[in-house]
Antibody, heavy 123, light 112 residues
Framework: QVHLVESGGGVVQPGMSLRLSCEGS????????MNWVRQAPGKGLEWVSL????????YYADSVKGRFLISRDNAKRTLSLQLNSLRAEDSAVYYC????????????????WGQGALVTVSS | DIVMTQTPLTLSVTPGQPASISCKSS???????????LSWYRQKPGQAPQLLIY???NRFSGVPDRFSGSGSGTDFRLKISRVEAEDVGTYYC?????????FGGGTRVEIK
């Protein structure tokens, strides 16, 4: 059974940093592109970042580019997101999600999701 | 960026009745590999989203056959043939053909 478990959420002041982790089990972690998606309170889903299986490719939403850093450790089956220079508008539940890659190198869909980690940025 | 537009915002349905959600993209989601990169998700209250449909019309493992997806190019639809109480939640479409990946704004399904 596939499990993705996020950790590292919490309350931080504006301008501070936080590191989220996502541990995968029940599947071959190194075979899947991994993503972060966030959801502000009462709002919809916003894709944040993705990282390829070999870590060579990373993409970010414009809203977090230059402030957030995605990484993965396949040996430890762990995905991470370093959140720097946090702003109030970064407050959200952050989900990690795995995706299958098609032969064209595109993500087919987000097959499995973690339960989410809440990040609150407030002074 | 590809904009995904869902309608309606809210759907109130009697159990056993059908429901339909529309999703339109600002650009075609059809790729030269002949796949269309449109997927659907359901988010039950207080839970993480779950994949329902990928590549327009393929049900994900374990998804009941009352869920079906259709469409092509820029115009897509999710149908629930007979709504059940457990279908309450918010439904999202998402495109994965181009970064940034984008979601529709969501459609909330309520039970009458």
């Amino acid at each position: 059974q596939v499990h993705l478990v996020e950790s590292g959420g919490g309350v931080v002041q504006p301008g501070m940093s936080l590191r989220l982790s996502c541990e995968g089990s029940g599947f071959i972690f190194s075979d899947y592109t991994m993503n972060w998606v966030r959801q502000a309170p009462g709002k919809g889903l916003e894709w944040v970042s993705l990282i390829s299986v070999d870590s060579n490719t990373q993409y970010y939403a414009d809203s977090v580019k230059g402030r957030f850093l995605i990484s993965r450790d396949n040996a430890k089956r762990t995905l991470s997101l370093q959140l720097n220079s946090l702003r109030a508008e970064d407050s959200a539940v952050y989900y990690c999600a795995s995706s299958v890659i098609t032969r064209s190198g595109l993500e087919r869909s987000f097959d499995y999701w973690g339960q989410g980690a809440l990040v609150t940025v407030s002074s | 960026d590809i904009v995904m537009t869902q309608t309606p915002l809210t759907l109130s349905v009697t159990p056993g009745q059908p429901a339909s959600i529309s999703c339109k993209s600002s650009q075609s989601l059809f790729h030269s590999d002949e796949k269309t990169y449109l997927s659907w998700y359901r988010q039950k209250p207080g839970q993480a989203p779950q994949l329902l449909i990928y590549e327009v019309s393929n049900r994900f493992s374990g998804v009941p056959d009352r869920f079906s997806g259709s469409g092509s190019g820029t115009d897509f639809r999710l149908k629930i043939s007979r709504v059940e109480a457990e279908d309450v939640g918010t439904y999202y479409c998402m495109q994965t053909i181009q970064v940034p990946l984008t979601f529709g704004g969501g459609t909330r399904v309520e039970i009458k």
